[in-house]
């Protein structure tokens, strides 16, 4: 009996280490599972992925993951499309970090957690999931922005020294609150609306953003995708990129040409531009000829 007895935990124990087993490869296959696509990158973008200590550079349509670290120095840009629909919009001179990503379409759920360190992000959330801790949420030194199905912007700065969040609604609702739990009270944005959220204060009541710096923002986080085609084999250089828009016909080219608007130090002049016309080819005169007749007699 003491035998069976035994057995019976020998059997648990094991049972017990192949079920963690499979727990910690199936947590690891979902690490290295994709949760996105980098759709463009602009200048110098840098990503580190889990278990890396060196940075590398982004290219178009690599794939974004899990505790991905990214980072856009002056004049950079980048765009991550995430396997939920939504969209990130990375900004010049911008640090992120993805600290959580659960998607679950079969029930309804999805739960990512956008850390931002330094910079600016516009961030679109394409979908509603209604199931359970279900959200989308920026986290920055000072306050935490969730989106509930929205579009916005939110940038960190500093302000006298002092580390400053902004959030400011493009479209939906946003709530933000805080980043330290000690600190209460949260606010809900409306569209239109900016918010601010200075360190170890509660946030700003949101207030009617003004145009120009909505402009701006929205042009700082502006990032345009540069669709590419496989080149034809020695068509062009390695790398470059082919146009996919159709040009304008030559009529509607040679109709601005000739009415141009052009400004001179005695205000605005419009001048009449000619086009210049290559005068066609003439062609070379006929060599010019004398008949010879050449007469052949044997003898």
């Known amino acids: 009996m003491e035998e069976m007895h035994k057995r019976y935990i020998a059997l648990?124990?094991?049972?017990?280490?192949?079920?963690?087993?499979?727990?910690?490869?199936?947590?690891?296959?979902?690490?290295?599972?994709?949760?996105?696509?980098?759709?463009?990158?602009?200048?110098?973008?840098?990503?580190?992925?889990?278990?890396?200590?060196?940075?590398?550079?982004v290219r178009v349509l690599d794939d974004a993951f899990f505790l991905d670290i990214v980072e856009t120095l002056e004049q950079a840009k980048t765009k991550i499309f995430f396997i939920d629909d939504s969209i990130l919009n990375i900004g010049e001179k911008t640090r992120i970090e993805i600290t959580e990503h659960i998607f679950d379409p079969n029930n309804d759920r999805r739960s990512l957690i956008v850390k931002l360190v330094?910079?600016?992000v516009r961030a679109l959330v394409g979908r509603y999931f209604?199931?359970?801790?279900?959200?989308?949420?920026?986290?920055?030194?000072?306050?935490?922005?969730?989106?509930?199905?929205?579009?916005?912007?939110?940038?960190?700065?500093?302000?006298?020294g002092?580390?400053?969040t902004g959030v400011i609604n493009l479209g939906g609702l946003w709530e933000v609150r805080s980043v330290d739990p000690n600190i209460p009270g949260s606010i809900i944005l409306k569209e239109g609306e900016v918010t601010q959220v200075q360190e170890g204060h509660a946030p700003m009541q949101g207030v009617e953003a003004k145009p120009d710096?909505?402009?701006?923002?929205?042009?700082?986080?502006?990032?345009?995708?540069?669709?590419?085609?496989?080149?034809?084999?020695?068509?062009?250089?390695?790398?470059?990129?082919?146009?996919?828009?159709?040009?304008?016909?030559?009529?509607?080219?040679?109709?601005?040409?000739?009415?141009?608007?052009t400004k001179g130090s005695q205000g605005t002049i419009t001048s009449e531009l000619t086009i210049p016309v290559i005068p066609p080819i003439q062609q070379q005169p006929p060599p010019i000829t004398t008949p010879v007749h050449v007469e052949i007699r044997f003898k």
């Open 12 to 57: 648990f124990i094991i049972s017990l280490f192949l079920s963690l087993s499979f727990l910690i490869i199936y947590a690891d296959a979902e690490d290295a599972a994709p949760i996105g696509k980098f759709r463009t990158a602009e200048g110098s973008v840098d990503v580190t992925h889990k278990g890396e200590t060196k940075a590398k550079p």
């Open 118 to 120: 330094d910079g600016k």
């Open 130 to 160: 209604s199931g359970s801790g279900s959200k989308f949420e920026i986290h920055t030194p000072t306050a935490v922005a969730a989106a509930r199905g929205s579009y916005g912007i939110v940038w960190v700065s500093q302000v006298e």
């Open 162 to 164: 002092k580390i400053q």
């Open 213 to 261: 710096l909505i402009k701006g923002l929205q042009a700082a986080t502006d990032v345009k995708e540069r669709p590419k085609e496989e080149l034809p084999k020695g068509s062009l250089l390695p790398g470059r990129e082919i146009a996919t828009e159709k040009p304008p016909p030559i009529s509607t080219i040679i109709q601005t040409a000739q009415s141009t608007t």
